[in-house]
């Protein structure tokens, strides 16, 4: 169970809510209590229609963040990033994951994909790679696919290929098929049901449905009435062959996920 800290005043759920440093740290550490298996920590806002944050900002709401969960916290943590120079401060904060947003294209500010994997190998961490069709400015606009489920599978699997190529071992390479990220909400439950088909490659398979617009589009729930319909996800996704679940709501998500797993 990977919990989300947004470090962040715009994110779509739950913006400015920790973006003082102190409330990020006590929200993190409390996810343990919860079921948490790690913490992800995020810098930028990549909720559709955000626009970048300079790498600076980023790691000036970061650092105490992670500084401090990597010492007083004894779960792994992640950074929720798409900059070489972000991942770098993070790796070297103590940080043991690279959530990479961007599926290691280029990041805005320059850096090369192969230089976040590079890092992962350099530090023997975790690299998590995530499909996302366009930028977070524009990728809602009009999303377009002739065959989702194969193209993000195709996109997902060459990244794994070329972070193996940049030596990060294959058991430390997980994939996200980036629900929502330039993708309708049909689009989405398509990646939802094709989660096996990701699986059967034998890497770990993250997904995160937790408060996605989606179910605001199918089903008209606000933001703070999508509880069920993210747990009924995730749950979905487990039994598809998930392995990791990115949640905000922690508990509630660990409790309906043994669930599935005692079914499995």
């Not at 996302?132 to 990244?159: C, H, I, N, W």
């Not at 990220?181 to 096996?196: E, M, T």
């Amino acid at each position: 169970m990977l919990g989300i800290v947004n470090v962040t005043a715009d994110s779509f759920s739950d913006g400015g809510r920790y973006f003082d440093p102190a409330r990020a740290i006590e929200h993190g550490l409390a996810m343990r209590g919860e079921g948490a298996d790690l913490v992800d920590v995020g810098g930028e806002s990549t909720r559709p229609g955000s626009v970048p944050v300079p790498a600076r900002e980023e790691i000036a709401r970061v650092r105490p963040v992670i500084e401090r969960l990597v010492a007083r916290c004894p779960l792994p943590v992640s950074i929720d990033t798409r900059k070489t120079e972000v991942a770098r401060v993070a790796l070297e904060l103590g940080a043991a994951i690279v959530n990479d947003v961007s599926g290691l294209r280029v990041d805005p500010e320059g850096g090369e994909g192969k230089d976040r994997a590079e890092l992962a190998a350099r530090h023997g961490a975790g690299l998590v790679l995530m499909h996302m069709q366009g930028e977070p400015s524009t990728m809602q606009a009009d999303p377009r696919y002739d065959d989702v489920v194969g193209e993000v599978k195709g996109f997902l699997f060459d990244a794994a290929r070329r972070a193996a190529e940049a030596g990060v071992p294959r058991e430390s390479i997980a994939l996200d098929p980036g629900l929502g990220f330039g993708k309708s909400a049909a689009q989405s439950l398509a990646l939802l049901r094709g989660v096996g088909e990701l699986a059967e490659a034998g890497y770990p398979v993250l997904v995160g449905a937790s408060r996605k617009s989606l179910f605001g589009k199918l089903w008209n729930l606000p933001l703070e009435e999508r509880l069920e319909a993210g747990l009924a996800a995730a749950v979905a996704s487990v039994l598809r062959g998930a392995r990791i679940v990115r949640t905000h709501e922690v508990r509630a998500t660990v409790r309906a996920v043994r669930v599935a797993e005692a079914l499995l």
